[in-house]
């Protein structure tokens, strides 16, 4: 049971069964429109189930700073800080308590529902159209129950009888039953709210004061009836679940049978209940959800020009937390006003603990002014420990702690003077013998670039061969991307040139051009690349016609659409196993300055990761597939608030992704000119959703 989420469910449901009842009472219990106060009461009933459910988005418009600053990668360990001393903490009682409550009065519940079908079925019975009566010897007041008239003939003169029975068929007819069942499946959630108890005691008042109404017009006499009602005002029993014709409230049901009828104007009275709704709604049901317009980037140097009081406000003390299974309520919350001092909100939700006290399932959220951040791990075993950092510089992120880290890791403090000094978007580090592809985003500089052996490797530049000079020479703002090519997949790929492994650079293109008509068109690159690192290409199809990777012209390429998994091979047969990339190639008349497609990666490693970035130039057909592709992992990602301008660009985009094993990540998107790269997929067994640093 998810402790705080059902717990905070109940107080709002409770907060609405309050308002519809206390309406009720101050307004409309004193009207005679009986009818239409059973159906206010039974919307009141299903509101509060439903509506701390609607949740009321508010979008904030957020513009993120990245300050680009040296970084140097250096392999170091990360060892959880965990702890030991557990405190009771008296709020944990409170879910224990509402089981214990609620199973009281579902057994109750039970009991007495097992009570009344053993009576309608241990009895003499005799059917008349739609009523079945039933006939008792038993001393117990009349009732009905759907259908089912319940009655004990020795205790009523016939006229009696029949006036009794008139009142039952409009409980019957009426399916007030339903009634019935619902308040008390009701008052059994909400055993601890006296509102809900009030609220069936008055739901069947009126019930009785419908039925009364109804009864008395087809009877002959108003009197006779009204004396039958105080003959009988003293029961001897009665049955929870039924329709009593005998209850306590009989001075107020002859009352209410000589009151004048309520003037049709007073039932504006009804929508006093909808302002309150709506504040309550805005009041505790409301969402932040940030949007990311187009960000700024100050370079190193233009920082450096600033005044020194602009420069300061990013400085921040360097804040390293660590989250651990056992780490308590107390202590989030002493983090908490520790962030919120240094300008951080931080939000916990869907916290749930073992028996043991421990960490199973936790959601929290960083905001800052200039970004946020999010971390989101459900299941049934205790969490692993995971770290929040802001930097000095005041940037933040949060993310999972291995017990050692042998790769890459972020350290701000490192002054290694750099063999390469290369400014990159992404470094794709590949082994030989894992067969893994590592990909590292970083901001800034990437200092040390070189390979373990010390040795210089060969170094290609947008596919070709440079020499350590001309990389050095390289203005850092034009590289996209670096990787590096170890071992025997050097040598495969590039020769023995490549003993000493290879430094692969992809600089940013210049995503205009000019054709031939003066005009500037805007492109996108396509990558189509192969790899012989032990990874099976895939089938490539150009036009309908099987091609090998080399014979791709990828500046004739008009659209490209990956196919995986069951799609693939439905497609292609066998053939297909590996995946296959469908290319058709632009018209012999088009311009052949202009591409617009998707950057794709065709990855078929084992290492559970599945990456897919999309940008402003991406078509539903494409994001459908990657939909389709994810769906055969298990993995259900939803695209909605999809907007575009007049040229087919993205403007609005909102992600939603779910492994359906506990981890889930939401992201939207809004700007005024196009959305930014976007990255979303599954990594490290958890799924996301963000913008390409």
């Known amino acids: 049971m998810k402790k705080r989420n059902n717990m905070e469910y109940l107080f709002k449901a409770s907060a609405v069964l309050a308002l519809f009842y206390l309406c009720y009472i101050l307004f409309l219990k004193k009207e005679t429109f009986f009818e239409y106060n059973r159906w206010f009461l039974l919307a009141g009933l299903i509101t509060a189930l439903v509506f701390p459910f609607i949740v009321i988005p508010i979008y904030i418009n957020y513009e993120p700073i990245s300050i680009q600053e040296s970084a ?108 019935i069942l619902f308040t008390q499946f009701i008052s059994v959630i909400f055993w601890f709210n006296p509102f809900a108890w009030f609220y069936k005691k008055d739901l069947q008042q009126n019930l009785e004061y419908i039925a009364d109404y109804k009864a008395q017009n087809t009877s002959n006499s108003e009197k006779d009836y009204q004396r039958l009602l105080l003959k009988t005002s003293i029961a001897n029993q009665n049955l929870t679940l039924a329709n009593n014709f005998y209850n306590s409230l009989i001075k107020k049901r002859i009352v209410m049978l000589h009151k004048s009828r309520s003037k049709t104007i007073k039932q504006w009275k009804y929508l006093f209940i909808l302002p309150l709704l709506t504040a309550f709604l805005m009041s505790v049901n409301t969402k932040e959800v940030l949007v990311e317009t187009t960000p700024k980037t100050v370079n190193k140097i233009d920082v450096a020009s600033q005044n020194q009081k602009e420069l300061n406000t990013f400085k921040k003390e360097a804040i390293e937390i660590i989250f651990t299974k056992n780490t308590t309520d107390k202590e989030l919350d002493n983090i908490k006003d520790k962030l919120l001092k240094e300008g951080i909100t931080f939000n916990i939700s869907q916290l749930e603990r073992n028996n043991k006290n421990e960490i199973t399932a936790i959601n929290v959220d960083f905001k800052a002014k200039d970004g946020s951040a999010n971390y989101n791990i459900n299941g049934s075993e205790p969490i692993k420990s995971f770290y929040f950092k802001l930097k000095d510089d005041g940037g933040f992120g949060v993310g999972t702690i291995q017990s050692h880290v042998n790769k890459f890791t972020y350290n701000t403090n490192v002054k290694k003077q750099a063999k390469h000094k290369i400014h990159v978007d992404t470094l794709h580090i590949i ?176 290492t559970g990761k599945t990456v897919y970035s999309i940008n402003e130039n991406t078509t539903n057909e494409t994001l459908n597939t990657y939909r389709l592709q994810l769906k055969e992992q298990n993995i259900d990602v939803k695209f909605s608030k999809m907007k575009r301008n007049n040229q087919g660009e993205l403007t609005s985009i909102k992600i939603a992704i779910d492994d359906n094993k506990g981890s889930k990540a939401s992201s939207t998107w809004k700007n005024n000119n196009t959305i930014p790269t976007i990255l979303f997929g599954k990594k490290g067994g958890s799924v996301f959703a963000k913008t390409k640093n």
Request: hydrophobic share 35%; net charge positive.
């Open 72 to 179: 140097n990668f250096v392999t170091e360990s990360l060892i959880p800080n965990s702890s030991t001393v557990k405190q009771f903490e008296w709020q944990n009682l409170i879910p224990i308590i509402y089981i214990i409550g609620f199973s009281f009065f579902l057994i109750r519940f039970i009991l007495q529902f097992g009570s009344l079908i053993v009576l309608l079925l241990k009895n003499q019975k005799n059917t008349e159209g739609f009523y079945t009566y039933i006939i008792i010897k038993n001393d117990i007041a009349p009732f009905s129950f759907f259908k089912w008239i319940v009655y004990n003939p020795e205790q009523f003169n016939s006229k009696e009888l029949n006036l009794i029975i008139s009142h039952e068929k409009v409980h019957a007819r009426e399916f007030h039953s339903i009634d």
């Open 431 to 606: 082994e030989d013998g894992d067969k893994k592809n590592h990909k590292i985003v970083v901001r800034g500089s990437v200092n040390n670039l070189q390979l373990n052996n010390g040795k210089t490797p060969l170094f290609v530049i947008d596919g070709e061969v440079k020499s350590e000079n001309e990389v050095k020479s390289l203005n850092s703002n034009h590289i996209k991307s670096v990787s590096v090519i170890k071992e025997d997949t050097a040598i495969k790929t590039y020769g023995k040139e490549a003993k000493d492994g290879v430094v692969v650079i992809t600089t940013q293109k210049d995503n205009h051009f000019v054709n031939e008509n003066g005009n500037n068109k805007k492109v996108k690159t396509i990558h189509v690349t192969s790899s012989s690192n032990g990874f099976k290409d895939p089938l490539i199809i150009l036009d309908g016609k099987k091609v090998s990777f080399d014979s791709i012209n990828t500046n004739n390429i008009k659209s490209l659409n990956v196919l995986k998994g069951v799609a693939a091979t439905e497609a292609y047969g066998s053939k297909g196993e590996n995946g296959v990339v469908v290319i058709k190639s632009k018209d012999k008349g088009n311009n052949k300055y202009i591409l617009k497609s998707d950057t794709v990666t065709f990855n078929n490693d084992d």
